[in-house]
């Protein structure tokens, strides 16, 4: 399924770029609301990374709302550690220790 809309913003979590040259950027997660398939059994919970990368909007599914806002957790976890690496370890969270940002990786 493509999603040009992440429709209603349940949260935001703040992240910075930190480059030993440039001035800090900050990125942002966002998380949509869980929602129904619109042909189907099941939910979706919506999400985006804007600032880096391709900024696609992309979901986790479940069979409810609430596993479906429980896997797009742990994809967030997985997603961002992959970035991390991906950006020579420069994505910052002010709310924890490096190189970690509050997301599980593994339910």
Not at 16 to 27: N, S
Not at 38 to 45: F, L
Request: charged share 20%; hydrophobic share 40%.
């Amino acid at each position: 399924m493509y999603l040009d809309n992440i429709g209603e913003v349940i949260a935001i979590r703040e992240l910075y770029l930190t480059h030993e040259q440039e001035p800090e950027r900050k990125i942002q997660v966002v998380i949509g609301k869980p929602q129904a398939f619109p042909d189907s059994g099941g939910y979706y919970c919506p999400f985006q990374i804007v600032g880096v990368g391709p900024e696609h909007i992309k979901y986790a599914a479940g069979v409810d709302g609430i596993q479906a806002l429980q896997l797009v957790m742990v994809m967030l976890g997985a997603t961002l550690k992959f970035l991390n690496e991906e950006l020579n370890e420069t994505l910052r969270w002010e709310g924890s220790s490096e190189g970690e940002f509050g997301f599980p990786t593994s339910i």
